[in-house]
Each structure stands twice: as C-alpha cells, then as structure tokens.
Nanobody, 124 residues
Framework: QVQLAESGGGLVQAGASLKLSCAAS????????MGWFRQAPGKEREFVAT????????LYAESVKGRFTISRDNAKTTGYLQINSLKPEDTAVYYC?????????????????WGQGTQVTVSS
C-alpha cells in the first residue's frame, strides 16, 4: 500500500510561483511513474504532468508547458511540481498520483494511488 500526501498549495497573486510536494510512503515509489493532475471547480480532473520512474523523461499538458516543472527525488520518495508565472486559470485542487507502470501516461486510469490534493488559488 502506498500513501501520498501533497503540500505547498496556497493563495497567491498572478505571476507568483509555488512548489508543490508529494511525499510518498512505501518502498515502491521509485519503481513507478508519478503524475500531477488538477481539478478546477465545475470541471473534470485534467492531466498536468508526469515523470517516468527514473526521472529521465517528463511530459506536460500544453497549457502548462514552459511554466511547470515536474521532478522527483527517489531517495526521499518525494515528487515535486514547480509552478511559475501562475495564472488565475491555474486555480484548482492539485493531486499527485503514482502510476501503475514505470512510464508515465496522460490518462488518470493509469495511476492507482492518489493523494488528497492541495488547493492552489490564484488571484488576478
């Protein structure tokens, strides 16, 4: 069993930066992809970014490319999402998830462990 806990969210102004963390329990963290998804009020959960088990490959949603950076530290069993140049449309609950496979995908169904989420609110 794996448990994930996000932290680092908050209320910020447009243009600010945040770094979200995802602390994982369990020894399997380093063997699987890790992803970040977000869900805005009244919208479906959407893919944000994923990173392969080794950290060597990352994928991003088009809407966040160039502003978001996903990373992981397998020794610390922790993943990160650096968010720069925040926009009001980035307001959402951000979830980290551990994948079923070593290589990340854009599909939520390919992730079988999820955190409780951390709220990011961006004011204009």
């Amino acid at each position: 069993q794996v448990q994930l806990a996000e932290s680092g969210g908050g209320l910020v102004q447009a243009g600010a930066s945040l770094k979200l963390s995802c602390a994982a329990s369990g020894r399997t963290f380093s063997s699987f992809a890790m992803g970040w998804f977000r869900q805005a009020p009244g919208k479906e959960r959407e893919f944000v970014a994923t990173i392969h088990w080794s950290g060597g490959t990352t994928l991003y949603a088009e809407s966040v490319k160039g502003r978001f950076t996903i990373s992981r530290d397998n020794a610390k069993t922790t993943g990160y999402l650096q968010i720069n140049s925040l926009k009001p449309e980035d307001t959402a609950v951000y979830y980290c998830a551990l994948g079923r496979y070593p290589y990340g995908t854009l599909q939520a169904r390919d992730y079988n462990y999820w955190g409780q989420g951390t709220q990011v609110t961006v004011s204009s």
